[in-house]
């Protein structure tokens, strides 16, 4: 059993795409500069459309990876995100093109960057700005959970914002480990990295939409305190620290905020998936709307209404009913 591994995934992919693979040179059509951000299979560029100026993300995806091909993977990637394609949160893919050893996702650049630079203790956002990221992240998962779809791979690394300084909004990237739910049986895969992957993926017990929203908990926990919660000196003590959901809560770590926001991690790294709330359960948590009327209005996107306008009305204690 081994973590973050991409291969001898087979299980769940989708296979139909609508986006073409063009073969002709994309350098034709875009001028590509300087680098993005990289992981294992990728490597993704900043590029600039030569007919109209605009900026994009291109995510190179080698087709073969340890000798194995991939592609099934890659075409599964853009699926995924085909299928999010209305909703605001996550990232668009506008082109696809194919090289000898690679398809490139031409994808909506997010110029803040990644949400993990305001995980950095010293630079960290004031809480009316976590709780808002936090709101539109939630929008975002709502959405894919509602297509049965888990993202399996929220870390601070995959949340990008649109704007740096003033905070844009976010936008969800990174669908490699995505699945779809409930096709065939269940779902149990050694997948994600292990700092920020529920207990039940280190016990490889299914698979549900409740493993997205304990990566939320975290994401919210570093935001908010700097520290990566379950962070070890050595893989070993990480997973320990997952499976027994060793957290610290103390003052110290929580004194840049209130009280509200305790709470609201508590309820999501919660050992039993089945006792974590929902995506639109989080949504009428009062931490997140507390400072709401210090903000100007951020467009909704439609797709997302209904958890808005749900959780706008509801009352804070009572979570909304499926
Ligand atoms: P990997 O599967 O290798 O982790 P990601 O899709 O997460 O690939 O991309 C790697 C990094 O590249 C991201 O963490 C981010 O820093 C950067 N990146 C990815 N997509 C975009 C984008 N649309 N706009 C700006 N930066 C991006
Ligand atoms: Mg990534």
């Known amino acids: 059993r081994r973590l973050d591994s991409r291969s001898g995934i087979s299980a769940g992919l989708l296979v139909e795409i609508q986006t073409p693979i063009s073969s002709e040179p994309m350098e034709s059509v875009y001028e590509v500069t300087g680098e993005l951000g990289r992981g294992k299979f990728a490597v ?10 605009k900026v994009f993300a291109a995510k190179f ?42 398809i490139v996702l031409l994808l909506e650049y997010a110029a803040g960057g990644e949400i993990f630079d305001h995980c950095v203790s010293e630079e960290l956002l004031p809480e009316a700005q976590i709780t808002r990221l936090i709101r539109q992240m939630l929008e975002g998962v709502h959405y894919l959970h509602q297509s049965n779809l888990v993202h399996l791979d929220l870390k601070p690394q995959n949340i990008l914002l649109t704007s740096l300084s003033p905070p ?24 994600g990295t292990p700092e920020y992957v529920a207990p039940e993926i280190l016990n490889y017990e299914p698979i549900t939409t409740a493993t997205d929203l304990w ?30 959901v060793n957290v610290d809560y103390s003052r110290e770590a929580f004194s840049r905020v209130s009280e509200l926001a305790v709470d609201f991690v508590r309820k999501l790294l919660v050992k039993a998936p089945e006792d974590r709330p929902s995506a639109a359960d989080c949504m009428s948590h009062p931490w997140l709307w507390q400072h709401q009327f210090c903000l100007s209005p951020e467009p909704s996107p439609t797709s997302t209404r209904t958890v808005r306008e749900r959780s706008c009305g509801a009352k804070w204690t009572a979570p909304p009913e499926d």
């Not at 993704?44 to 100026?53: I, Q, S």
């Not at 599964?76 to 909703?87: C, F, K």
């Not at 939320?216 to 499976?243: C, H």
């Open 215 to 244: 990566s939320v908990g975290v994401i919210a926990y570093m935001l908010v305190t700097g520290e990566s919660p379950f962070a070890g000196d050595d893989k070993q003590e990480t997973y320990l620290n997952v499976s027994q």
């Open 44 to 53: 993704v560029k900043r590029c600039v459309e030569k007919g109209t100026g």
């Open 168 to 191: 844009g909004d976010i936008k969800i990237v990174d669908f490699g480990l995505a699945r779809r739910l409930g096709a065939v049986g269940e779902l149990r895969e050694i997948l």
């Open 61 to 102: 995806l080698r087709k073969r990876r340890r000798g194995r091909d991939c592609r099934a993977e890659v075409i599964h990637e853009m699926a995924v995100l085909e299928m999010a394609r209305n909703n605001a949160r996550v990232v668009n893919l506008h082109a696809a093109y194919e090289t000898d050893h690679d």
